[in-house]
T-cell receptor
Framework: GESVGLHLPTLSVQEGDNSIINCAYS??????FIWYKQESGKGPQFIID?????DKRQGQRVTVLLNKTVKHLSLQIAATQPGDSAVYFC?????????????????FGKGTLLTVNP | DSGVTQTPKHLITATGQRVTLRCSPR?????VYWYQQSLDQGLQFLIQ?????ERAKGNILERFSAQQFPDLHSELNLSSLELGDSALYFC??????WGLGANVLTFGAGSRLTVL
């Protein structure tokens, strides 16, 4: 089965607080990770990505941390706003078995629902 | 608007029927991906096409098939539908195919299929 998972299915924060969404992965050969945000009624939207040769990457109000030792990924959202309320998915770029390394697929975790309270 | 267009947005049909979902990728993107999203399984990769050819297969059932046409739009055909096929079906596109360099997928808004 799929091995990208999330520690918490739901997260509720107050507006203005920082949010941390966690994700575990099991394939140490995965070389690329992406966080997606999915608002109600919409498709997943790219937030930020990170390659496996990096530990940290920052975007606008978001930071992704990668700990390869424990195979853990986190998304930090600073000064969380009501518009940040959505389901957040981590996705792992994984080599398909039997492809000889030529084919990859992006495997998604089940998602964490972030609710921002005003 | 992500630039990826999916039709229809909603579809209600009966068990045993066949439906076709359509996707137009973002301009300039050569690769199309299909994902199924259900409450209990999350986003499951079904199949990928790159420039008209099948590139990778995921958990796609034999009752399902897809193709990418010369104009790069793609169709996902779902046949002998069962209740459990009710889900959101997303199409995504990217400039390159996986394995040619990590790249970001742009998703459409999805087609919600309800099988009664």
């Amino acid at each position: 089965g799929e091995s990208v998972g999330l520690h918490l299915p739901t997260l509720s924060v107050q507006e203005g607080d920082n949010s941390i969404i966690n994700c575990a992965y099991s394939n140490s050969a995965s070389d690329y990770f992406i966080w997606y945000k999915q608002e109600s009624g919409k498709g997943p939207q790219f937030i930020i990505d990170i390659r496996s040769n990096m530990d940290k990457r920052q975007g606008q109000r978001v930071t992704v941390l990668l700990n390869k030792t424990v195979k853990h990924l986190s998304l930090q959202i600073a000064a969380t706003q009501p518009g940040d309320s959505a389901v957040y998915f981590c996705a792992e770029n994984r080599v398909l078995r039997g492809s000889g390394g030529s084919n990859y697929k992006l495997t998604f975790g089940k998602g964490t629902l972030l609710t921002v309270n005003p | 608007d992500s630039g990826v267009t999916q039709t229809p947005k909603h579809l209600i049909t009966a068990t045993g029927q066949r439906v076709t979902l359509r996707c137009s990728p973002r301009s300039g993107d050569l690769s199309v991906y299909w994902y199924q999203q259900s409450l209990d399984q999350g986003l499951q990769f079904l199949i990928q096409y790159y420039n008209g050819e099948e590139r990778a297969k995921g958990n796609i059932l034999e009752r399902f098939s897809a193709q990418q046409f010369p104009d790069l739009h793609s169709e996902l055909n779902l046949s002998s539908l069962e209740l459990g096929d009710s889900a959101l079906y997303f199409c995504a596109s990217s400039v390159l195919a996986w394995g040619l360099g990590a790249n970001v997928l742009t998703f459409g808004a999805g087609s919600r299929l309800t099988v009664l």
